[in-house]
């Protein structure tokens, strides 16, 4: 019984929810479907209904996306990402009729689409089915014509750290389908406009001043621009009030803070001090003045500062946060600790001081505990992008490669400008076999920052090399070898490179400096059978059969099955009957065979190597 009340109470929730968005409500109807997903996360029918509360259309992808994903049979999420362009036209999934003339009363969700709602006691089956289906049908055209189309727009804020507690996100959906991501959740649920650096992320003001009565209208209007990321509008609305109220040091405060979110140090700083003239014992202006300065210089010692913020209001956990991300830079993990679990005090719940915690301990070297901390902050709050991005590092450092490409994926799709991330995420295409995906991210990698990525050269050229794609392996090789003329992987690749081109004195080259850097059985094993392929290429026969039999003289884990056939194979062909026993000195009279250059015998499995995140 106490089941039924509970899903009746839900519907209830849910119709509400939907009267809301009829009225115009979008703040009501987020905060009942956000409670809704609260207690039932893997409805998809409250994520697209959740899809028309929201502002931005990168959180109405987002929306549409977790409904799809749920329900991959959803026509009415395919049909909004295909209109919001991320997703691919599908010529099966029927388009929204653009010629009628009332949205709201046409019938576009198909039936398996319609809300699954119990039959309530107040009221009939049949006026049940009929209110939620005519309801949900003009909710799916509402979101796309009264919303995603007029509303689309490019502008992205500049990506900051708001001042207050950071917010959290309580339903979280497992991203990466592992057991390992952590549940236990903390704090209200967050508004999804958080989850974008390019869209505001909203958190509590530092103070609230009652605002006088001649200014309280002109303050409603800054609020809205504020909420909006709008900080044009928020500054010159805020400065309107400055006349009115030019005692009132939170004013300077926040335009301060405004500049500082559109990059303008220099009028930031000018901002906190105007306010602290008028309160030197406000705290949040030294911490936006520490802020400041370390956007324009990162070197700048803001230890003054934080201690000047904290002295004013120990209890600012915002302030104890950010010294700890100052100390992190320092490479000060200990005192970096101890200001986060006094900020985890003050700030209960906030995925950011566990971010910040994960990145000190990562610092440390303690990449258990970094990696703990990361997933907690995941599951706080799944819409803070740089949790993703730490979350990759940390599961290539583990050769988790599958986690780290969910990760790096849904990073990249919002951080487009990201090149780092677009490195990464071909590093991990690399990992997992998919070549042409890895040469295909790293070009983008490299169109973004040509020369500040020279670590992952590596990563595109032996993907060329497995692709067999000569010259584009040989030029990224070059580049691999000048960044790191010690790594074994990149002589043996860059061999292999020259191989593919028939290169073979090249190959036999750099083969010859791979195995005096080669230390493990794996790695002596390669290098003999890329030596001995190299020096048939040559035609130095002699050497090609040493090389085959001292390959086979290494113990069988060594190498894989396939190599230790092709050079039994190999020895049959190229020792005739009459000549030396295998394993013995080659004869000189042996007749050099003929190379046939696309041999039929298998290629060598490669085997992976633990690679740290460069």
Same mark, same amino acid.
């Given at each position: ?15 509400d ?7 115009g ?17 893997n ?11 929201v502002?931005?259309?990168k ?5 549409l ?15 909004g ?9 599908d ?6 009729p653009?010629?009628r003339?009332?949205?709201w ?12 709602v ?5 009221r ?13 049908l003009?909710?799916c ?7 995603i189309?007029?509303r ?5 804020p500049?990506q ?25 959740v ?7 406009s958080?989850y ?5 992320t909203?958190?509590?003001l ?22 909006k $990321? +709008?900080? /044009?509008?928020? &500054?010159?609305?805020? *400065?309107?009030?400055?006349? #009115?109220? @030019?005692?009132s040091?939170?004013? %300077? ?7 500082r979110?559109?990059g303008?140090?220099?009028?930031a ?14 705290s949040?202006?030294?911490l ?10 990162p ?9 000047d ?15 700890a991300r100052?100390?992190?830079?320092? $490479? +000060?993990? /200990?005192?970096? &600790?101890?200001?986060? *679990?006094?900020?985890?005090? #003050?700030? @209960?719940?906030?995925?950011?001081? %566990?971010?910040?915690?994960a ?11 970094a990696?703990?901390y ?18 990759s590092?940390?599961y290539?450092q583990?050769?988790?490669y599958p ?16 090149a ?5 995420l ?6 997992? $076999?998919e070549?042409?995906?890895?040469v295909?991210?790293?070009?983008r990698?490299?169109? #973004?920052? @040509?020369?500040?990525?020279?670590? %992952?050269?590596?990563?595109?050229g ?22 790191d ?11 292999r ?11 036999f080259?750099q ?12 790695e002596?094993a ?15 026969i ?21 190599m230790?056939?092709?050079a ?7 020792i ?14 042996v007749?050099p ?6 041999s039929?015998?298998?290629t ?11």
């Amino acid at each position: 019984m106490t089941g039924e009340l509970k899903e009746q109470n839900s519907d209830t929730i849910f119709q509400d929810a939907v009267d809301a968005l009829r009225r115009g409500d979008k703040p009501r109807a987020k905060e009942l479907l956000t409670l809704l997903l609260k207690s039932d996360q893997n409805n998809a029918v409250y994520w697209i209904w959740l899809s028309a509360s929201v502002d931005s259309p990168k959180e109405r992808i987002y929306c549409l996306q977790t409904a799809l994903k749920l329900d991959p049979e959803n026509s009415t999420a395919k049909r909004g990402l295909i209109l919001l362009g991320a997703l691919a036209p599908d010529e099966s999934i029927q388009p929204f009729p653009m010629n009628r003339p009332r949205a709201w009363e046409e019938k576009l969700l198909l039936a398996n689409e319609k809300p699954k709602v119990r039959v309530s006691l107040f009221r009939t089956p049949a006026f049940r089915l009929v209110g939620v289906t005519l309801l949900g049908l003009g909710l799916c055209a509402y979101v796309v014509f009264g919303f995603i189309l007029p509303r689309q727009s490019n502008f992205q804020p500049t990506q900051t750290n708001t001042p207050g507690p950071s917010p959290t996100f309580t339903a979280t959906p497992t991203l990466f389908g592992a057991t390992a991501i952590p549940t236990r959740v903390f704090g209200g649920p967050t508004p999804l406009s958080a989850y974008l650096p390019q869209t505001y992320t909203p958190t509590p003001l530092y103070v609230n001043t009652p605002r006088s009565a001649v200014s309280i209208d002109q303050y409603r209007i800054a609020q809205d621009a504020y909420k909006k $990321g +709008d900080w /044009d509008a928020f &500054i010159l609305n805020m *400065q309107l009030i400055l006349p #009115l109220e @030019p005692e009132s040091a939170d004013i %300077y405060y926040y335009i301060g803070e405004a500049y500082r979110f559109k990059g303008e140090s220099a009028n930031a700083i000018r901002n906190y001090n105007e306010a602290l003239k008028i309160d030197p014992n406000f705290s949040a202006p030294y911490l936006g003045l520490a802020r400041a300065r370390l956007l324009s210089n990162p070197n700048f010692n803001a230890e003054s500062l934080f201690a000047d913020a904290i002295k004013r209001d120990p209890f600012y956990g915002e302030a104890y946060l950010e010294r700890a991300r100052f100390y992190t830079r320092r $490479g +000060d993990v /200990d005192d970096a &600790i101890t200001d986060l *679990q006094k900020a985890q005090e #003050l700030l @209960p719940g906030s995925s950011e001081v %566990y971010l910040a915690l994960a990145n000190a301990y990562l610092l440390d070297d303690d990449f258990e505990k970094a990696l703990i901390y990361a997933e907690e902050a995941y599951a706080l709050d799944i819409t803070n992008l740089s949790t993703y991005k730490l979350l990759s590092d940390l599961y290539i450092q583990d050769e988790d490669y599958p986690r780290a490409l969910d990760a790096l994926q849904l990073y990249t799709n919002y951080e487009v400008e990201d090149a780092s991330g677009f490195a990464k995420l071909g590093l991990v295409y690399y990992q997992l $076999g998919e070549y042409q995906m890895a040469v295909t991210v790293l070009d983008r990698a490299f169109d #973004l920052n @040509p020369r500040g990525l020279r670590d %992952y050269y590596i990563y595109r050229g032996l993907s060329h090399v497995e692709l067999g794609n000569g010259n584009e392996a040989i030029d990224d090789m070059t580049i691999a070898v000048d960044e790191d003329d010690q790594s074994f992987e990149a002589r043996l690749g860059y061999a292999r490179a020259y191989y593919i081109d028939e290169k073979f004195g090249s190959a036999f080259l750099q083969v010859e400096i791979a195995q005096n850097l080669a230390k493990t059985d794996r790695e002596k094993a390669l290098a003999l059978y890329w030596r001995a392929k190299s020096q048939e290429g040559r035609g130095d026969i002699g050497d090609a059969i040493k090389s085959w039999n001292d390959l086979l003289k290494l113990n069988r884990n060594a190498m894989t099955p396939e190599m230790r056939e092709e050079a039994e194979a190999r020895l049959d062909v190229l020792i005739p009957p009459t000549a030396t026993p295998r394993g013995g000195a080659s004869s000189p009279t042996v007749t050099p065979v003929t190379r046939t250059p696309t041999s039929s015998t298998p290629t060598p499995t490669r085997t992976r190597t633990p690679t740290p995140t460069p």
